[in-house]
Nanobody
Framework: QVQLVESGGGLVQAGGSLKLSCATSRRAASNNGMGWFRQAPGKEREFVASIDWRGGSTIYADSVKGRFTISRDYAKQLLYLQMNSLKPEDTAVYYC?????????????????WGQGTQVTVSS
């Protein structure tokens, strides 16, 4: 069983930055793609960004392109999401997830393990 633990969420003003981290409990998980999703109150969970197991291929939702950057530290089994120029509409619970395969993926059905989530609140 793989456990994912997110951290780094919080309250920030519009235009500010936050960096989320996700720790993976098992080294055997290192050959899988990873992703970030988010869910705002009253809305469905949506894809944010994904990265393949090597860290060489990334995918972003149009709403975050140019503002968010996904990265991973292969040796430390850490996943990151650097969020810049935050907007109130970025307010949500952010989840990291491990993909079924080594490639990056944008559909939540392509992920098998999920973290508990970390709250990000952007004030206007």
């Amino acid at each position: 069983q793989v456990q994912l633990v997110e951290s780094g969420g919080g309250l920030v003003q519009a235009g500010g930055s936050l960096k989320l981290s996700c720790a993976t409990s098992r080294r055997a998980a290192s050959n899988n793609g990873m992703g970030w999703f988010r869910q705002a109150p009253g809305k469905e969970r949506e894809f944010v960004a994904s990265i393949d197991w090597r860290g060489g291929s990334t995918i972003y939702a149009d709403s975050v392109k140019g503002r968010f950057t996904i990265s991973r530290d292969y040796a430390k089994q850490l996943l990151y999401l650097q969020m810049n120029s935050l907007k109130p509409e970025d307010t949500a619970v952010y989840y990291c997830a491990q993909a079924l395969r080594s490639s990056s993926a944008s559909q939540d059905t392509e992920y098998r393990y999920w973290g508990q989530g970390t709250q990000v609140t952007v004030s206007s």
